[in-house]
Structures are given as C-alpha cells and as structure tokens.
C-alpha cells in the first residue's frame, strides 16, 4: 500500500481560483459582446526575441548534422553559457564570480522549490508576506511549515509582512529563521530594496547566520540606479547568499523554461549532528547530478545569444515595452485616485482597495471597468486587501484598460 504524502492536500489554492473562473464566466455569458482585459497574468505576451530565435534556429541543425550533433549535456549547463552569465550579469558590475559557482537550470520555480532538498526539515524558514506562493507551498510538502493556523499562517513559517507604512519593506525579523527567502524587485508588491536597504539584511544574515535566499526573477526591470541587481554587489553576501535567476520574464523564456542558480564558493550549512559546515555549493552539486538536467542544447544557445550586444539591445526593447504599459497604468492609477505600490521597478502594481477588501476592488475593476486583475489572496495572508494588475500585456489593451479606469469612481 503506498502512502501519499499528503501534505500536497494541504497547499491547494483551488477555492480563489475558481472564484475567478465562476465570475469571468458569468460575466461572459451576460456581455458576451464586452471585452475582458486580463491584468492578472504573471506570464510574458511579447513573442522570443530574434536573437534567441536564430540561435536556436542554427542549434537545431546542428543537432541533426553528424558532426555537431550532441547528446547529454554537462548537469551544471554548457560553459558558453556560463561564461555569458559570469561576464554578462557578474564581471560587468564589477562583481567577482567563478563559472563553478552557476548551475543553469529550467528556471526559477523548480530551483526554488528545490533547494530544500540540501537542507534540513528542521530548519526554520522566514518568509516575505504577501509573496509568490512557491516559497511556501514547497516548504508544506517539504514538512518544513508547521499547521496552518485558523488565520491562514503555517505554525512554523516565519512571516516577514510587508505593510504600506513601510513602503512594503518589512522588519527584520524578531524571531530568528535558520533560512530566508527574499524576493527583489518583488512579485505582488512590485518594490524593490535599495542597497541601504539590502544591505541591513545582509548583516543581519552574517550576523545570526542565517542562510538568504535572494530571487532576482525582476532584475532587468529595475530602473533606479540605487537598486542592486544582485545580492552580491552588497559587501559579504557571498558569504550567505544564494540566488535564482531567470530569463523567463526579461526575455519571455516562461514557455522555453530556462534560468540559473548561484552558489558562491563560500556559502556554507551545518550538519545537524556534528555542527560541520559544509559547502552549499558541493551539496547541491550532488543533488543536481542525482535529480536534474541543464535544459536542452537548443534552449542554452537561445539563453546565450541574449547575451550578445544585439541580444541586450532586444530584451531592453521588450522590458521597456512592458515598463511603459506600467506607467501608463500608474498615471491612470493616480487619476483614478487609488493607491498603489510598484510599476517602477518591477511589472506588477499592488493596488490597495479603498474598502480594505481584495474582492470589492477586484469586483468593481471587473464590472465597471472590465479589466481582470489578480487578487491579493493569491499572494498569501497579507494579500488581503490589495490587487495585483500586471504590466504583462498588449499595450493597445494597456491603453484600453487606462481609459476604462476613468469609469472606476463613477
Ligand atoms: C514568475 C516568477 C518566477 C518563475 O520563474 P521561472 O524561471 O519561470 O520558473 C520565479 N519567481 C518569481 C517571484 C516569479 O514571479
């Protein structure tokens, strides 16, 4: 008899869900003839850039002429690649990085959900509320959280809330996590750290030894020059840091599935019965070889070419597209008299409701304005009382959805 693990049961969102899918469909049936604008994707809708198109379009002949075909590849990623990412994102800020510290993967998701495997289900984890729900979920089926407590927290999650006070930076935690995951520029919230900022939790990871896992998903739409790309242009994070990266939203790769995780040399973890430190980086070395594959050939050359001074001129191209739908959608915000954070920084605006409730802003959006958006409670506990809209989008729909906004206070 196989036993589940069924902490799975436990992590279903299903309920917000088909909320949504019961209110789009009613609405279609009764204005059949009324376009809906969706704003709550978290997917890219521009097509692949024409760099990453022909190479991937030359890999694939190669892989069918005899003398260049290639079979399995290195389970840490093609060292083309590699030394891309080192030289392109590392070296060119000034940032030093070995090719051995980077593991190409198929994106950030799967890293993140997977780095629990190296370490222990005793750990403590601390967690930015509201965030993208991965972070969570995989410590519940890990057997890392606890209970869910009636107020929707896990017992032995430890929440970092972002409040609108704070501007969505939360404090440094009071109760001590062994593990911390940061997510800058973030997703819902679209904030991002300054290096001020960054740097406060960076010490504070030094200081109380704790592991800090920083996504950089949004790095490429950051725009003001205060914000650090990645965690290691603050002093010593290579001491704590590991981080995930991926070309899923800065070059629309969510349907190619392609990213990296690095691991500096020097990131250590304990053995829970002798208290030796071990390398990270060794261990999940080990877990990778085990457990994965580098995404195809095919897909690394595409990853490569973004790389190449036309590659870059193109991914600016595409996140500029998306970062004006985000202004336009932050003055029609400000005209609409709502509050909001993000769109500066990051595609996603976090939208506070004037009546504190997520659906009552999430329902007049819908019915007056017929844009869809995303509501906080996807995002967690802390989600209450927000949407989130996404700057993911057609910009003649983006436009569309400005003027409808004009209706929101009628
Ligand atoms: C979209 C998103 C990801 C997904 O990354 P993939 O590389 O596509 O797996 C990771 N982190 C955050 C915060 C995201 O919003």
Redesign the pocket.
Known sequence: MALINSQFLKVSQDAVEQEIAKRVNVFSVLNPKVELIRLDS??VTLPLTPSAIEAMLSSVHEMGRDTTFRGRGPVRGYPFLIDAIVKGDFRSRGIKMQPEEVFV????????ASIGDILCKDNRIGVLDP??Q?YIESNVVGYRAGILEKDKHWSNIVYLTATPDKGFTPDLPTERPDVIFL?YP???TGVALSKAELTRWVEYAIENKVLVLF?A??EAFIADPDVPHSIYEIKNARKVAIE??????SAG??GL???YTVIPREVKGYSLYSGRSIFLNDLWQRRQTIKNNAPSYIIQRAAEALYTEQGKKEVRQSVDYYMTNAAMLRSALDAAELKYSGGVNAPYIWVQSPWGSSWELFERLFSRCRILSSPGERFGPSGEGYVRLSAFANQNQVMLACSRLADFRM
């Open positions: 978290g997917d993967s198929e994106g950030t998701k799967q890293d993140v965030i993208f991965t997510s973030n997703d819902p996504d998903t949004y995930f990266r991926s070309f899923s939203k790769f969510t599935h392609c990213g």
